[in-house]
């Protein structure tokens, strides 16, 4: 396979693990709980599932959230490797708000070099290799990527408006994030808030809807590593506010650093 088979690939199997998901969702679910105490469904699992199935074709490994961890021993050694989410955002699926993606993302030495994040619910589908887009209202097999790109919009979309918006979490407002906000009120005219789920956060830079998406609050590598190929396509950048570095992936603790999302 080509990087083109395999954007293909990721594209179908993101479309397949949504259909998965809203089968779950437009029923009545039952919600566990894991070892950290945060929610799991049955589309979790048979989200996973069915994305996994796909991916394996591409003969490449895959860490899933909700897959066999693997040791860092034994993933240190790999280059290219899938990073998948199968289900971003289980809280917003529980409250069914609509707003949860599947996450998948291509990485390559420690960086995050293809993505796609699919919305089931609106059936939006952000992707990109080494340009990003966006196509509305998608759940089709992809079968070549002209077609698929003949009704793609790149990103960012074009914006005419003239506010500072500022995007954040339904689930979580740290004291951080509040300063940004803050900071940012002292040196733009008009700061709006712009309130979303799971790794639509990143999206919404991506496409220019937001300015900034400042996380300063716990995710995993799995929950922005898509994201953050999509963002990187778009011309935007994601941040380790540690190291002021792009965000690298595969580290041995997959727990993420605070993150700054940006166009500046």
């Known amino acids: 396979m080509n990087r083109e088979d395999w954007l293909i690939q990721i594209i179908n199997a993101s479309i397949k693990g949504g259909q998965e998901i809203l089968e ?3 029923s009545d679910f039952a919600v566990e709980q894991k070892d950290d105490k945060s929610p799991l469904t049955e589309a979790d699992k048979r989200a996973h599932l069915a994305i996994v199935a796909e991916l394996e074709k591409t003969g490449l490994p895959i860490l899933s959230e909700e897959g066999k961890h693997m040791d860092y021993s034994e993933r240190k050694g790999w280059n290219q490797f899938w990073m998948v989410d ?3 955002g289980t809280k917003e699926f529980v409250k069914r708000n609509g707003e949860f993606t599947v996450n998948i993302a291509l990485i390559e030495a420690g960086k995050a070099s293809m993505g796609v994040i699919y919305v089931p619910v609106t059936k939006d589908l952000y992707f990109a ?4 887009y966006k196509i509305e209202n998608f759940d089709t097999k992809v079968t070549s990527i002209n077609a698929l790109l003949g009704n793609a919009d790149q990103l960012p979309l074009s914006q005419t408006r003239k506010n500072y918006v500022v995007v954040g979490s339904r689930s979580h407002m740290s004291e951080e994030t509040e300063a940004f906000i803050n900071e940012q009120k002292s040196k733009h ?6 309130s979303k789920g799971s790794s639509l956060k990143l999206c919404m830079v991506a496409e220019g809807a937001a300015d900034a998406y400042p996380r300063f609050a716990p995710t995993m590598e799995w929950d922005t590593a898509a994201g953050q190929a999509i963002v990187n396509a778009s011309g935007a950048k994601v941040i380790n506010w540690d190291t002021k570095e792009l965000m690298q992936y595969n580290k041995e603790n997959l727990l993420n650093s605070w993150f700054l999302v940006s166009r500046d």
Not at 129 to 132: C, F, G, Q, T
Not at 189 to 194: F, H, M, N, P
């Open 129 to 132: 290799d080494k340009l990003a």
């Open 24 to 26: 779950v969702y437009n």
């Open 189 to 194: 005219s008009e700061v709006d808030i712009l």
């Open 86 to 88: 199968p289900l971003d």
